[in-house]
C-alpha cells in the first residue's frame, strides 16, 4: 500500500483532487469538527498552512460524492477520497480517446443539461485543443475552472459543466499529441452530424478534402506558401497538413487562411495546429473575393479551396486584377479565377465547383476557353453526388496552373459512380475510391513531367487534347468527355431537358408496370398457399 504520510496538500491542492470548487474545503473544514488540523510549511521565507495527505484521504473517504455531482464514469457510491486518491497516485480512468467518447455517449445529456448538443460539442473542441497545445493556460483552468467563464468559446452558465469537463480531460490527459488530433477530428465529425446548417458553412467532406490535398501534394515538391482563401474549419489546409506528414516532407513554412465567419475562424486555427501548422495566419476574409482582395497575387505555391457555390455577384463588385478572363456573375468562378490569380509561377491550386461549371454557356464559357487555350485547366475530377450534408449537387474538383504560352492536354476523370451511402441522405469516399481518384491525377502528372504517354483508364479517366474539347465548344463534362453521354446537356437546353424528362417518365412508367405485375404475381401464388 502506498504511504501517502510524507504527502503535504493545500486547500487548492484538495479542492482540485477531490474535484470540488474551492470554497467547499474551506466548508468541509469550518463545519466538521474532525476535518484533519492544517500543518505550518514555510517555502522561501514564508509560512503556509498545509495539510497531510493521507489524513484528508481519510477524512474524505468516509464522504460519499451525491449522485447528481458524480463526474463521468464514477459509480454510484463513489467517494471524494477515491478522487483524491487516484489523484495522489497520478491514476486516470482512461486515456483521452475513451474519455472523449465517454463524454458525447453515455454521459452527455446528463452533463449538458438544455445546452445544446452543437454548443457542448464546441466546449469540448476548445477543452481538448487547450489541454494539448495550451499547458500553461490549462494548469490554471484546472486549477481555477471559473477562469474560462471569460472565453468565447465557453456558453453563458457553463460553470458546473465547465468545473466537470476540465476535472474529468485532467485526469484522462492525451498519451501523445496524435490522440489529441484524433480527438479533435472525432469531435469535428460529430459537429458535422449533429449541427446540419454549420456542416453545410464550416466543412469540406473529410473525403472530399483528402482527395484535393493528397492529389495536390502527391508530385512535386511541398508547398513552401499554402492558401485557402475560403478555409471553413480548415479541414483543406489539415487535409495537406496530413498528406506532407505521410511523405515524410517539412510543413509549410507559411499558411495562410481566410473565412468570414468568426466561429469558423478558431475552430480552423485549433485544427490547423493540432495537424502541425506552424503559427498559421488565419484571419478574417469575404464571401467573396469581389472588393480588395486581402492577399497579394502570385505568392503561393498551393492554393485549395471550397468556395460558396450559388451566389450571384453584381457587375459593379468585379475589380479587374482578379477577373482575369472576364467577370461572370457567378460566385463560383470568381473564386476559381481568384485562386488561380494568387498562385506563384509553378503552384498548383485545386478548387471544389459544381458540376454545371462544366458546361455553363455564356461568360462562364468564355473563361473555360481562355484557360484552355492557355493550358491553365490541368484536370477536372467529377465527383459523386450527395457527398454534402444539405445538398444532392454534384461537385467536381478543378485543378489549375498559372497560365502557358499554349494550350495542353487535360486529364477528365469520371468519379461520379463512386462512394457508398453513409446515412438516408450522405454518400461517402472509401480509401480506395480516394486511393483511385488520387493515383489518377498523380500518375498522370508523372508521366507527363518525365515524358511518356498516358491514356488513362477507359470507362474512368481519358487524357484530352484541346482541340476535342474546342469542337465540343469547351465543354469539360466528365460524363461527356470520358463517356460521351450527351445528356450532360440537359442542364443547358431547355428542350433537350424536356425530351429527356419525357424519356425518363417513360421509363419509370415501365417500370411501375413491371413492379405492379410482380407483386400481383406473388400475392396470388401466396393465396395459392394458403398464406
Known amino acids: 500500500m502506498t504511504d501517502f504520510g510524507t504527502v503535504r496538500v493545500s486547500r487548492s491542492d484538495i479542492a482540485r483532487m477531490a474535484g470540488v470548487r474551492r470554497p467547499a474545503v474551506t466548508n468541509w473544514e469550518r463545519r466538521h469538527p474532525d476535518f484533519p488540523a492544517p500543518l505550518l510549511a514555510a517555502e522561501d521565507g514564508a509560512t503556509s498552512e498545509v495539510f497531510r495527505a493521507d489524513e484528508v484521504l481519510a477524512w474524505l473517504s468516509g464522504r460519499t460524492i451525491p449522485s447528481n455531482a458524480l463526474q463521468p464514469g464514477e459509480p454510484a457510491g463513489t467517494t471524494y477520497g477515491d478522487r483524491f486518491r487516484s489523484a495522489l497516485r497520478g491514476a486516470r480512468s482512461g486515456s483521452l480517446l475513451p474519455a472523449v467518447e465517454q463524454l458525447v455517449g453515455r454521459d452527455a445529456d446528463r452533463l449538458r443539461g438544455r445546452l445544446r448538443m452543437s454548443d457542448y460539442v464546441n466546449l469540448l473542441l476548445f477543452l481538448v485543443y487547450l489541454q494539448s497545445e495550451e499547458k500553461e493556460r490549462w494548469a490554471r483552468y484546472v486549477e481555477h475552472p471559473r477562469l474560462a467563464l471569460t472565453d468565447p468559446d465557453v456558453p453563458d452558465g457553463s460553470e458546473q459543466l465547465l468545473h466537470d469537463l476540465i476535472g474529468f480531460l485532467s485526469q484522462n490527459p492525451p498519451t501523445s499529441r496524435d490522440e489529441s488530433r484524433q480527438a479533435f477530428d472525432r469531435l469535428l465529425a460529430l459537429l458535422r452530424d449533429t449541427d446540419a446548417r454549420a456542416a453545410d458553412e464550416f466543412f469540406t467532406p473529410p473525403s472530399v478534402s483528402r482527395v484535393m490535398a493528397r492529389a495536390l501534394a502527391g508530385h512535386g515538391p511541398v508547398a513552401k506558401r499554402l492558401h485557402d482563401p475560403f478555409c471553413r474549419s480548415g479541414e483543406l489546409l489539415c487535409a495537406y497538413l496530413d498528406a506532407v506528414a505521410e511523405r515524410g516532407d517539412e510543413v509549410p513554412e507559411a499558411i495562410i487562411g481566410r473565412a468570414p465567419q468568426a466561429r469558423a475562424l478558431r475552430l480552423a486555427r485549433m485544427n490547423v495546429t493540432l495537424h502541425g501548422g506552424r503559427r498559421p495566419w488565419l484571419a478574417p476574409g469575404p464571401v467573396s473575393p469581389a472588393g480588395d482582395p486581402p492577399d497579394p497575387p502570385g505568392g503561393f505555391d498551393a492554393v ?65 476557353e481562355k484557360m484552355i487555350e492557355e493550358g491553365v485547366i490541368e484536370c477536372v475530377m467529377a465527383l459523386p453526388s450527395q457527398l454534402f450534408e444539405l445538398t444532392r449537387i454534384q461537385t467536381q474538383v478543378w485543378f489549375v496552373r498559372p497560365p502557358r504560352a499554349s494550350a495542353d492536354s487535360v486529364l477528365i476523370v469520371d468519379g461520379a459512380g463512386l462512394g457508398h451511402m453513409t ?68 442542364a443547358a437546353d431547355p428542350a433537350v431537358a424536356r425530351n429527356r424528362l419525357e424519356q425518363l417518365t417513360e421509363e419509370l412508367d415501365r417500370l411501375n408496370a413491371q413492379a405492379r405485375a410482380a407483386d400481383s404475381a406473388l400475392h396470388e401464388r401466396l393465396r395459392r398457399y394458403g398464406l
Not at 312 to 324: F, L, N, Q, Y
Not at 428 to 449: E, H, M, N, T
Open 304 to 368: 485549395l479551396t471550397n468556395p460558396p457555390f450559388g451566389t450571384r455577384v453584381s457587375a459593379a463588385e468585379h475589380r479587374r486584377e482578379t477577373w482575369h478572363y472576364a467577370p461572370t456573375a457567378s460566385l463560383h468562378f470568381d473564386w476559381l479565377q481568384y485562386a488561380l490569380s494568387r498562385l506563384a509561377p509553378q503552384g498548383r491550386a485545386a478548387v471544389l465547383m459544381p458540376s454545371g461549371a462544366a458546361f455553363a454557356g455564356g461568360a462562364e464559357r468564355r473563361v473555360r
Open 423 to 490: 446515412g438516408r441522405n450522405r454518400r461517402s469516399l472509401s480509401d480506395a475510391d480516394i486511393g483511385r481518384l488520387v493515383d489518377a491525377y498523380v500518375s498522370w502528372r508523372q508521366s507527363r513531367d518525365s515524358g511518356r504517354d498516358h491514356a488513362g483508364t477507359p470507362g474512368f479517366s481519358r487524357v484530352v487534347e484541346p482541340e476535342e474539347i474546342a469542337a465540343l465548344d469547351y465543354r469539360v463534362a466528365p460524363s461527356l468527355l470520358v463517356h460521351g453521354d450527351a445528356s450532360v446537356e440537359t
